[in-house]
């Protein structure tokens, strides 16, 4: 984590007038804009993007809202973890300019009955067990693209599915805006970075470290020519062992359209590893390139 | 119809980077640019559109592109009437600068599986009879405005629960062009304009006739204070006498969020009557406001 200087300084909008006020000024004055859309509780892995929109736009603008919309009935909504205050020094810290804060009434005001749905790379892993997530998270981005503006927008490869489902919507719909993806950034035991490592307890956040080295080890196999049912077998084996028994899934499917790959050996094209388990009241979700094509 | 000058004279693009080319060098002048979408096989009311949209903007672009998204299997796609050479002369006479004439591949590249859903207003009076039809009009709308980046863009009355549509969706998704609607184009014996008048037999476009004057006469009813329930049967029966039996649909709703009205007499906010029917092989369709908010 970064120092937070004290006199760390960043501009608010909460209104959609504000932040294009904002984004319109800086367009005028022929600055380029970045934009990375966040739900808060900002951890190393958002300042990364931040970082990476800083390195590809004059301007970054970031957006913290916790879309109620893309959460489930007895998901975590509630739950979700919540410290603006420190995420706006984090922000300015990072080299954001202008913090997006909408509140739910600015988002979905009364009326509100448009959705943006993303087929097929919306079904199977998280989709499954998670099937309002992605028609959520297609609509919000819809809506904060359209509002901000931006010349590019930068996503985390942590949350993969999502990151080709925003890449396919933008394309699909013709949105003027080009979408960057950012390698997973982790903790010292390989933990991806996660807003919701922090439900877990000392003893669960120990046993999680697990889930990457075996995604790592199965890629590896594939990479080495192992069919995948085997591969996908050993890793299932070495979840139960390390403790991680509540698998959601763990699949290898192709990193370009997500689909399924197996039961041979893979042939070639790039493939990546996906996983989900429940640590504790935790859902946590990571994912390992097989072969050349990590970001 | 106007006067088709011998000289008349359009450009024309047919994929999205020469659309944006030349939108974007009328932005760079400061031009304001108004946008029109259409399937073609323009007539009078296409050409107020335009007429509408050159009041307003200071450039005009058509688009031309018959959207099979819109049409489920057994209508009219494959009949739909196409005129390109014919539509040109007619968009240049009517004050357009530009025609955007897209092909399928360019709205629909391979892999394409995006949608968006407007979800109250798309259900019944046309939503009904044609489930497929407002997701596939959302949907190449949302990606033809994105296109073209118009700042203003104007639809027809005729399809009055598409302009509710359409306007909804921009507004959900916050997207930065004005929706404006403009009044129905009627031929002289009230029979509003259509594309899909041409499919009438010289007998059947007499019949025809008597669609605006039945929904005129229930608005004027319903304006006296006479139940909804009362004045629909009354339509109906006055439908029946005129040799149009095969009716879709005959109601009164709301103007503003299409909410069905009645059995009983209206309460004061904005209504209108819509109505479809068949004729031959034509489905025609057709509104009234009831009072005062008559465009």
Redesign the interface.
Known sequence: MPPIGADSQIEVARS?ESLRARVDGWRADKLTVGFVPTMGALHRGHLSLIAKAASLADRVVASIFVNPKQFAPGEDLASYPRQEARDLELLASAGCQLAYLPDAAVMYPP???????????SKGLCGESRPHFFGGV??VV??LL??A?PDIAVFGEKDFQQLLVIK??VR?????VEIVGAPIVREADGLAMSSRNAYLSAEERKRAGALNRVIADVARDLENGARVDTALRSGRAALEAAGLTKIDYLEARSAE?LTPLGPGPLAGAPARVFAAIFVGKARLIDNWPVGGDRG
């Open positions: 959609i009326g509100f009955q448009t959705s943006v749905a993303v087929a097929e790379l297609a609509t819809c809506k359209n509002q503006r396919r919507m699909d719909l013709d949105m003027p359209n």
